[in-house]
């Protein structure tokens, strides 16, 4: 069955320190999809990156960065030099290629807080 | 810019009462999701639906209905409301079934039932 651990609850930092949000995955499939979602206070959710089972490249985009390894089964996800606007609830999710109707699961999400 | 709008914010209903969620997107998706959130326990898959009149239960679709009439709308319905059913209630669509669609999400209607 597919499952997603983010074993941070919660996380807190002050302003321009770095952060990983972890995230480790169960699936049998060979094709599936990762996503990162953040969920800032206004309650809906912010979709970030998607990225597929057969590439295992490293992504960077801007202050956010996130390392794949199937080897671990690890999706996390680093924000470097953090700042108050990245405080939100994170979470990593699964989808299966062959799941019906694309079902997406979620981790139960990381709150991140970052202290001025 | 692709929206998904769910009709109230907020809510408020008594116990036993029939309650309804509605949700619009306006991106002519075929998917569309029904998700409950409480903390510790992330995003929980209450229902969903691939197509106009068809549907399928999520992890915990008890005390759930739903209905789509028509591909832009796709409602929840609590039959009887309960205390247990106080929640964050957020909907998703997706263009189609197929690989690595990600959803797009509403606001999320926070009911809260007394």
């Known amino acids: 069955a597919q499952k997603v651990t983010q074993a941070q609850t919660e996380i807190s930092v002050v302003e321009k320190e770095d952060v990983t949000l972890d995230c480790v995955y169960e699936?049998?499939?060979?094709?599936?999809?990762l996503f990162w979602y953040k969920q800032p206070p206004s309650g809906e959710l912010v979709f970030l990156i998607r990225?597929?089972?057969?590439?295992?490249q490293n992504e960077i985009s801007g202050r956010y960065s996130w390392n794949f390894q199937k080897s671990t089964s690890s999706f996390n996800f680093t924000i470097t030099a953090s700042q108050v606007v990245d405080s939100a609830v994170y979470f990593c999710?699964?989808?299966?290629?062959?799941?019906?109707?694309?079902?997406?699961?979620f981790g139960s999400g990381t709150r991140l807080s970052i202290r001025p | 810019d692709v929206k998904v709008t769910q009709s109230s914010r907020y809510l408020v209903k008594r116990t036993g009462e029939k309650v309804f969620l509605e949700c619009v997107q306006d991106m002519d998706h075929e998917n569309m999701f029904w998700y409950r959130q409480d903390p510790g326990l992330g995003l929980r898959l209450i229902y969903f639906?691939?197509?106009?009149?068809?549907?399928e239960k999520g992890d915990i679709p008890e005390g759930y209905s739903v209905s789509r009439e028509k591909k832009e709308r796709f409602s929840l319905i609590l039959e009887s409301a309960s205390t247990n059913q106080t929640s964050m209630y957020l909907c998703?669509?997706?263009?189609?079934?197929?690989?690595?669609?990600?959803?797009?999400f509403g606001s999320g209607t926070r009911l809260t039932v007394v």
């Open positions: 999710a699964l989808s299966e290629a062959y799941s019906s109707a694309s079902k997406i699961i």
């Open positions: 699936t049998r499939d060979t094709t599936y999809y």
């Open positions: 990225r597929n089972s057969f590439d295992e």
């Open positions: 639906s691939y197509d106009v009149k068809m549907k």
């Open positions: 998703a669509s997706s263009i189609r079934t197929g690989v690595g669609y990600g959803y797009t």
